[in-house]
């Protein structure tokens, strides 16, 4: 009887070698390829969050962060619907800068009007010949309306504003106003009445008469400086704090004065 050869037993793994099965019969390769799919789902996961911003959400934190740190309102930061979360005006300032210089440009050309900015903010000066008469504080018709067009620029931001009045080194004598002391400080008042009327909240504003301790340029002993006759309107990068008036009485100007208690001895 003729006999057959013995099988061999089966390879183990060390005979084997490294075929890329184990010991179940399914492939290695194919962990690392449900790792690599795995990732690349989460990752379109992501693309497909960020795509679909909440800008509402985004809106509210902009509000929050313009509240904090900027004089500006909302708006500025705002985003249209389905729009990404850009900021709209990156530097507000500059636009308020732009919007001035076009709405004041027959005056800025003429030489009347100059707007400068710097570390404090944006600066509107305004001869004071644009303004009032030699020697008077009161605004002419064609002033309340000058300062209209700057009122409406303003009212919509929340930064300080403060009204600077100057005059050159000639002495005003009259019986109203004794020094430029006075008809700084008076002229600047009435800029301040008049932008109030506005729309600009009153806390915002302040009101200082520098006389001529404030020139733009040398006095001339004997003729003074047609610069340094001027109305300075600083509008400040930062907001105002707010003034508490539970116990303060208004002036018939609008302005709140705390009472005066005389110290107990």
């Known amino acids: 009887m003729e006999r057959r050869p013995n099988r061999k037993a089966p390879f183990t793994e060390e005979e084997k070698g490294d075929t890329g099965h184990d010991s179940t019969g399914g492939l290695r390769w194919l962990l690392t390829y449900a790792d690599m799919i795995t990732l ?14 909440n800008t509402q959400r985004f809106n509210e934190f902009a509000t929050a962060v313009k509240q904090g740190f900027s004089i500006f309102p ?10 990404a979360p850009v900021l709209q005006n990156r530097n507000p300032m500059e636009t308020l800068d732009s919007d001035l210089s076009a709405t004041l440009s027959k ?28 020697e008077q504080a009161e605004l002419s018709p064609a002033a309340e309306e000058l300062l209209k067009k700057v009122a409406a620029l303003l009212s919509p931001l929340t930064g300080e504003v403060v009204v600077e009045g100057h005059t050159d080194n000639i002495p005003v004598q009259t019986t109203r106003f004794p020094s430029n002391w006075e008809l700084s400080s008076a002229r600047a008042v009435n800029v301040v009445k008049n932008i109030i009327n ?55 100007s609008g302005a709140y004065f705390q009472p005066f208690t005389a110290p107990q001895r």
């Not at 690349?40 to 911003?53: D, E, G, P, R, V």
């Not at 806390?203 to 047609?226: C, I, Q, T």
């Open 74 to 83: 909302a708006e500025h930061y705002k985003t249209r619907e389905g729009d």
């Open 107 to 134: 005056e800025i050309s003429s030489g009347n009007i100059k707007i400068s900015q710097g570390p404090e903010g944006i600066t509107i000066s305004v001869a004071d010949s644009l303004l009032f008469e030699p």
């Open 198 to 252: 506005g729309g600009i909240a009153p806390g915002r504003l302040s009101a200082v008469g520098f006389g001529e301790f404030r020139p733009r340029v040398p006095n001339d002993p004997l003729k003074g400086a047609p610069e340094n006759r001027r109305i300075d309107i600083l509008i400040r990068n930062t907001v105002p704090k707010p003034v508490i008036q539970s116990e303060a009485k208004p002036s018939l």
């Open 40 to 53: 690349l789902l989460a990752f379109f996961i992501i693309l497909y969050a960020i795509s679909a911003t």
